[in-house]
């Protein structure tokens, strides 16, 4: 991967600019207080650890589903995408960015777990985008750009939008609602990630239109929710 990294810049650049240009753009929301580089990039190292973690979980998972079912019936093809791959991904993004960051004493606006949530998950892209590209080439860089890429961004805005509202609530001692919201932050996100993998995996027929319709909605609610949330910031 390294030698990979040095002697191919532009399937690397193919790879790494659409995170970029996200990760700039949720860098820019945060209004209130932008938080330190040095912080953001040791996020995006341990959404690179992340990808280490799910790919362990993964193949265990993977081996106890094919053990048990059939590759090739409906029931398979759901646990793989919900469970076995959602899980997994969204659990070790998750799991990793509570531990790095909610103790952090820069997590005082609540906008800044959307920010953590989303530089978590475009490290964790990144490197698995860099694999895909270097596997199958500047066409996948292409087609990832405008949906793998800019997914992962969402499933981690979505993260973000719960973790936040958690921190918020433990700040002012409702440590019910805080445990509440850290359950939706991990399992939203693992649902609409299950639900991405499990359409395009079906683009036969009118799922093609679906996974087409699926993505486009998941992109505008994340949108309006970063202005949303970067507009109503507050200190916490």
């Known amino acids: 991967m390294l030698y990979q990294l040095v002697f191919h810049p532009v399937l690397t650049a193919a790879a790494v600019i659409p995170a970029v240009v996200l990760l700039l753009y949720v860098y820019r929301a945060d209004r209130l207080e932008r938080e330190p580089v040095g912080l953001l990039l040791r996020l995006l190292l341990w959404g690179v650890l992340a990808t280490v973690v799910a790919m362990i979980a993964e193949r265990i998972g993977g081996a106890v589903l094919n053990a048990i079912f059939r590759y090739d019936t409906p029931l398979y093809r759901f646990l793989l995408c919900f469970v076995v791959v959602a899980c997994s991904e969204e659990g070790a993004k998750f799991l990793l960015l509570r531990l790095r960051t909610w103790n952090s004493p820069y997590f005082n606006c609540q906008f800044d777990a959307v920010v953590y949530a989303v530089f978590v998950s475009l490290g964790f892209a990144i490197w698995e985008n860099i694999g895909y590209v270097f596997m199958y080439g500047f066409g996948t860089a292409l087609l990832r750009a405008v949906t793998a890429i800019p997914g992962h961004a969402c499933f981690g805005v979505l993260m973000g939008a719960w973790y936040g509202m958690a921190r918020r609530y433990a700040t002012f001692d409702y440590p019910e609602k805080s445990r509440n919201a850290l359950r939706w932050a991990f399992l939203l996100p693992t649902l609409l990630?299950?639900?991405?993998?499990?359409?395009?995996?079906?683009?036969?027929?009118?799922?093609?239109?679906?996974?087409?319709?699926?993505?486009?909605?998941?992109?505008?609610?994340?949108?309006?929710?970063?202005?949303?949330?970067?507009?109503?910031?507050?200190?916490?």
């Not at 991405?196 to 995996?201: P, Q, R």
């Not at 909605?217 to 949108?223: D, H």
């Open 193 to 236: 990630h299950g639900t991405y993998d499990y359409l395009a995996m079906r683009q036969t027929g009118g799922f093609s239109w679906v996974f087409v319709l699926f993505v486009l909605g998941l992109f505008a609610v994340s949108f309006l929710l970063i202005r949303r949330l970067s507009g109503s910031d507050r200190y916490i």
